[in-house]
């Protein structure tokens, strides 16, 4: 079974400051990894993904993450945040032996408060 | 290029009655898998769809039905509604294959009374 943890139910920072959204993942194979943002009363918008490759991965809007598989872990950062990414974020895992269909399994979202 | 659109954006339904959700792909997408989002939760995989074929699921009972069309729009149906099938329901598009992001719509709010 494959499992997504985000151990931060919310993540505040000043506006100008780096930000860090923390996520770790289980799987039994190699895993795909994915970054999401929610804005209110909206669906999800996909921010980056992680396939294979190089460990450092960027995405929309300045955003990037790093893959450390020996950690397990996909975290989210930013050099420098602004007040409009003010959101929720969800991480996302597909086990590469999850099949022939996209089955993506969410953590459980952080809020991410950027204070003016 | 249009993105996934969803329809009605909001419902309300009581106990017990049939509801019916649709999803509209983003142009070109030939994959749609349906999420339950409670609310302060994450997504819920509910089950995709390829080609009209249901080829994946999560764990929903059977009440829980869809179905995709040659064009590739999708429907969720849920019978025999409880209350805690109160949640945002999402339909997600992509591209086959196994690295494919997905694309989502706005959802549908379905509260149930």
């Known amino acids: 079974a494959q499992s997504v943890a985000q151990p931060e139910d919310q993540v505040n920072v000043a506006e100008g400051n780096p930000l860090t959204v923390k996520c770790t993942y289980s799987v039994s194979g190699n895993p795909y990894l994915f970054w999401y943002v929610q804005y209110p009363n909206r669906g999800l918008q996909f921010l980056l993904k992680y396939i294979t490759g190089d460990n450092l991965v960027k995405g929309s809007y300045g955003f990037e993450a790093e893959f450390n598989k020996s950690q397990t872990s996909f975290h989210l950062k930013k050099p420098s945040a602004l007040v409009s990414d003010s959101a929720l974020y969800f991480c996302?895992?597909?086990?590469?032996?999850?099949?022939?269909?996209?089955?993506?399994?969410f953590g459980t979202g952080t809020k991410l408060q950027v204070i003016p | 290029e249009t993105g996934v659109t969803q329809s009605p954006t909001h419902l309300i339904k009581t106990r017990g009655q049939q509801v019916t959700l649709r999803c509209s792909s983003q142009s070109g997408h030939n994959t749609v898998s349906w999420y339950q989002q409670a609310l302060g939760q994450g997504p819920q995989f509910i089950f995709q769809?390829?080609?009209?074929?249901?080829?994946g699921r999560g764990n929903f009972p059977p009440r829980f039905s869809g179905l995709q069309f040659p064009n590739y729009s999708s429907e969720l149906n849920v019978n025999a509604l409880e209350l805690d099938d109160s949640a945002l329901y999402l339909c997600?598009?992509?591209?086959?294959?196994?690295?494919?992001?997905?694309?989502f719509g706005d959802g549908t709010r379905l509260s149930i009374l």
């Open positions: 997600a598009s992509s591209l086959a294959g196994v690295n494919q992001p997905q694309h």
């Open positions: 996302a895992v597909r086990d590469l032996n999850s099949g022939g269909y996209q089955k993506v399994t």
């Open positions: 769809y390829y080609r009209e074929e249901e080829n």
